[in-house]
């Protein structure tokens, strides 16, 4: 099992800034990709950031050079610094880790970026 607690989400101004952290606990060995998806308001949940176990990492188009993903593998945390926020990037934000048999998602933290 592995358990996951996000937190950093928040209200910001178009073009603010927010940094999102994903704390992950139990059996983190087993962690081969972890990463953040989102969701908006009637539409489906999507890809935003991957890093995997040796530290690819994978961004969907529409954040490709506003976010970065990163990890602090001392704390088992991976971070999502999400700049020049636009307001089509509210969403409910959700951390993803996939082992390999199993996948598991934290609880999901609210991202609302105002124009």
């Known amino acids: 099992q592995v358990h996951l607690v996000e937190s950093g989400g928040g209200l910001v101004q178009a073009g603010g800034s927010l940094r999102l952290s994903c704390a992950a606990s139990g059996n983190t060995f087993s962690i081969i990709t972890i990463g953040w998806y989102r969701q908006a308001p009637g539409k489906q949940r999507e890809l935003v950031a991957t890093?995997?176990?040796?530290?690819?990492?994978n961004y969907a188009g529409s954040v490709k050079g506003r976010f970065t993903i990163s990890r602090d593998s001392a704390k088992n945390t991976v971070y999502l610094q999400m700049n020049s926020l636009k307001p089509e990037d509210t969403a409910v934000y959700y951390c993803n880790v996939d082992s390999g048999s199993r996948e598991y998602w934290g609880q999901g933290t609210q991202v609302t970026v105002s124009s």
């Open positions: 890093i995997r176990r040796g530290g690819t990492t």
